[in-house]
C-alpha cells in the first residue's frame, strides 16, 4: 500500500492550490481518503475525507466552501483543491486512508498514511 501527496507550495493569502494523493497497492475496494494537516506545535488534524464507495464527502468547519476534495476517474489519484487559502491554514498535509471505518476526520481511524507536503500561505 503506498500513498504519496504532493502539489504543496507558497502561496498568497487568498491564493489557491491543488494538492494530489496518488494511491496504489490497495487491498480493498471500498474506503476512505483522509486529507490532513499538521502545523508546527499542533496536534494533526482532518480537513476533509472521501468515500471510494459513493464519493460522499465530509469537512472541517472551517475548510467547508474553500476546499473540494474529488479524485480522479481511474480511482487511484485524489485531490484537494483548496481555494482562498488564509495563512490558518499553513502546515504539512497528509493524505491516508481508513479501511473500514466510514467517513471520519479522526486521524486515529486511518490505517495507512502518506508523506506530507508543505503548504505555506504568507505575503
Known amino acids: 500500500v503506498q500513498l504519496q501527496a504532493y502539489g504543496g507550495g507558497l502561496v498568497q493569502p487568498g491564493g489557491f492550490l491543488r494538492l494530489s494523493c496518488a494511491t496504489s497497492g490497495f487491498p480493498y475496494k471500498h474506503y476512505t481518503i483522509g486529507w490532513f494537516r499538521q502545523a508546527p506545535g499542533k496536534e494533526r488534524e482532518g480537513v476533509s475525507c472521501i468515500s471510494s464507495e459513493d464519493g460522499s464527502t465530509l469537512y472541517k468547519d472551517s475548510v467547508r466552501g474553500r476546499f473540494t476534495v474529488s479524485r480522479d476517474n481511474a480511482g487511484n489519484t485524489w485531490y484537494l483543491q483548496m481555494n482562498n487559502l488564509e495563512p490558518e491554514d499553513t502546515a504539512v498535509y497528509y493524505c491516508?486512508?481508513?479501511w473500514g471505518y466510514g467517513l471520519a476526520l479522526t486521524p486515529r481511524v486511518y490505517d495507512e498514511w502518506g508523506q506530507g507536503t508543505q503548504v505555506t500561505v504568507s505575503s
Open positions: 491516508a486512508t481508513s
